[in-house]
């Protein structure tokens, strides 16, 4: 073998052993992009449950069947107490209410008595997030809610 061929092969070895570490999470990975966000668990948001006046049938009619799939996705462009509860569900990794109690296999969401909005989530890897009674969904985020239709 050549020395430029020995070099190359070093080189390779070298790449192997050494930077492995930046090969470990890869999109091909099944563990990848799954690890929960950054936050503070004991960091809240808070929001108002949906009265039965702004709930349509069909969202109804969603939550009784099982396997529920929305029919369209849009984004949040206005903070609303809605919007709050929505990005407390989404932080916990969650769509939405429905999705949460289909899930978790419950029928009562803990919500803060004074404000409705969601006090406690567990996460699907059974931890918990706790929120505050004020708002935690800043100006700055509410683009990134995701508000579904069934």
């Given at each position: ?11 390779q ?16 990975d ?40 929305p ?10 107490e ?66 579904y239709?069934?």
């Amino acid at each position: 073998m050549s020395w430029a061929l020995q070099q190359v092969a070093r080189r390779q070895e070298g790449f192997q052993s050494h930077d492995c570490r930046t090969l470990a999470a890869q999109p091909s990975d099944p563990e990848w992009g799954t690890k929960a966000p950054l936050r503070s668990p004991a960091s809240s948001r808070r929001g108002v449950p949906l009265s039965p006046e702004l709930i349509s049938n069909k969202t109804l009619a969603a939550m009784a069947s099982s396997d529920v799939k929305p029919k369209s996705i849009s984004r949040a462009k206005k903070w609303s107490e809605e919007i709050e509860n929505l990005y407390r569900f989404q932080q916990a990794g969650y769509r939405d209410e429905i999705e949460y109690k289909q899930v978790k296999q419950v029928s009562m969401v803990d919500r803060w008595p004074e404000t409705g909005y969601v006090k406690k989530l567990q996460r699907r890897d059974n931890t918990f997030y706790y929120y505050n009674k004020q708002r935690e969904c800043e100006d700055k985020e509410v683009h990134k809610v995701k508000i579904y239709a069934y």
